[in-house]
């Protein structure tokens, strides 16, 4: 690891003001992608401003209009989080089943979403139910979100503060992991809001995306049946040595099946 | 500060201190900072699971956190676990089932089933599979280290009516 000058600011204005102040800073959450790719030399920086020790940025509050995630809150608060898992229980199934429990003890949502691994499991669930993300300065859309390969639409500085996510009608994830790393090879989360269906895949293309064909079938009669014979373009999907194009694509439609039946299932 | 600073945190119910550069991981501090060499270091990059170890009560990948991280901390290791003479309920299972061979993955092994049967007494099988499916196992395979943690899981269960 290359050296770097440590920071553990208490606010998130003090965070800020760190950032700003160096010349090549980076924010850390939970450390499960950065730390690795940092030790490995992939990555490195001036200045790691450490937001692990900043009081109100993880939590899960129920309101009105859905739940609020903070973007501290660890995988494994969200996955035993009682409002979760009677408002969106497939939010719930989604963080339980990242990595393994030692990541799920410190793995955030906000660093998740942050990083944009295209094998990571929650951008699907941003993406899949309509999720808008809060930053330290506006509010973005899922949809405007996840930009392209470990790319977002946060500009230099920008801090995400939490995830508001619609309490949909049904939710269903599914969820091919690698056996090793579980990282997603392909995952759907599938939702029906007040007769809008989304899907949205992970694992299998540089980022997150939705496949209309699906949700409009799925729209006319959401279930698995009627997604019979809506076939994923293999080109520009990811290969790599646990899948290739066509195989990944074949698993979009099993996963986006088995994503139906899941948010069918009483 | 990419100079050294003083880490003070407590391990094993101990207070400990030592230097660390804000970049020397968090396992490499407790073996060489601290001298507690019983936590292993496998992958040294969040898959093996040779590693974990308790802070404030939840399992972690040490190679994975940052010593400076730890700051404040409440750290758990094997050598918190037991010794020859007072052996944890898991230790004298993992002994009497033949739960390891070489022994590279043990404290690892040890410090996650810790934390599964400290907030899951009545642990099942499943759970159990699951729990040390972070911990990668390369002689004695999985069966007799399942078996182990069912029969410690028992004993606990046991000791605790």
């Not at chain 1, 973005?140 to 619609?166: C, M």
């Not at chain 1, 895949?201 to 995306?209: D, I, L, P």
């Not at chain 2, 399992?59 to 991280?69: E, G, P």
């Not at chain 2, 404040?72 to 020859?84: D, H, K």
């Amino acid at each position: 690891m290359y050296p770097f000058t440590y920071h553990r600011p208490a606010s998130l204005d003090d965070a800020r003001a760190r950032l700003a102040a160096s010349e090549d800073g980076r924010p850390l959450a939970g450390g499960m992608s950065l730390i690795p790719t940092m030790r490995f030399r992939l990555s490195s920086c001036s200045d790691l401003v450490d937001l692990n020790a900043i009081d109100g940025l993880a939590g899960i509050e129920r309101h009105e209009g859905g739940i609020r995630i903070g973007a501290m809150t660890r995988h494994a608060a969200v996955e035993a989080s009682a409002e979760v898992r009677e408002a969106i229980p497939a939010l719930a199934a989604l963080a339980g089943s990242i990595g393994d429990v030692q990541v799920r003890n410190r793995g955030t949502i906000g660093g998740s979403i942050c990083f944009a691994d295209p094998a990571a499991d929650y951008p699907a669930g941003i993406l899949g139910l309509g999720a808008s993300v809060n930053t330290d300065r506006r509010s973005i859309a899922a949809d405007d979100f996840f930009t392209g390969l470990y790319e977002t639409a946060l500009e230099d500085g920008e801090l995400v503060v939490s995830v508001d996510f619609p309490v949909p009608e049904r939710a269903g994830w599914a969820k091919f992991g690698n056996q090793a790393s579980r990282f997603a090879v392909v995952a759907v989360m599938v939702s029906l809001a007040g007769g809008a269906v989304r899907l949205a895949v992970t694992g299998a293309k540089s980022h997150v995306f939705r496949v209309p064909e699906m949700e409009a079938a799925l729209a006319a009669d959401f279930s698995a049946e009627a997604l019979e014979g809506i076939a994923v373009a293999s080109e520009g999907l990811n290969e790599d040595l646990h899948a290739d194009a066509a195989y990944r694509a074949h698993l979009v439609g099993v996963m986006a099946k088995r994503a139906v039946r899941a948010a069918l299932a009483p | 500060m990419t100079t050294p600073r003083t880490v003070e945190l407590v391990v094993n119910g101990e207070r400990r201190a030592a230097d660390a550069e804000p970049r020397t991981l968090l396992s490499d501090f407790l073996r060489e900072g601290l001298g507690l060499t019983g936590t292993h270091v496998g992958c040294e990059h969040g898959v093996c699971g040779a590693c974990t170890v308790l802070v404030d009560g939840q399992s972690v990948r040490s190679c994975l956190m940052l010593a400076v991280q730890a700051e404040g901390s409440e750290v758990r290791t094997i050598e918190g676990l037991g010794g020859a003479d007072d052996m944890h309920p898991l230790q004298e299972a993992f002994w009497e089932k033949h739960g390891l061979q070489c022994g590279f993955c043990t404290p690892g092994m040890l410090m996650t089933a810790v934390e599964l049967l400290e907030s899951t007494p009545g642990a099942g099988m499943d759970e159990i599979r699951e729990a040390i499916s972070s911990n990668l196992c390369r002689c004695t395979g999985y069966q007799t280290i399942v078996e182990a943690v069912q029969a410690a899981a028992e004993r606990m269960q046991g000791e605790g009516q």
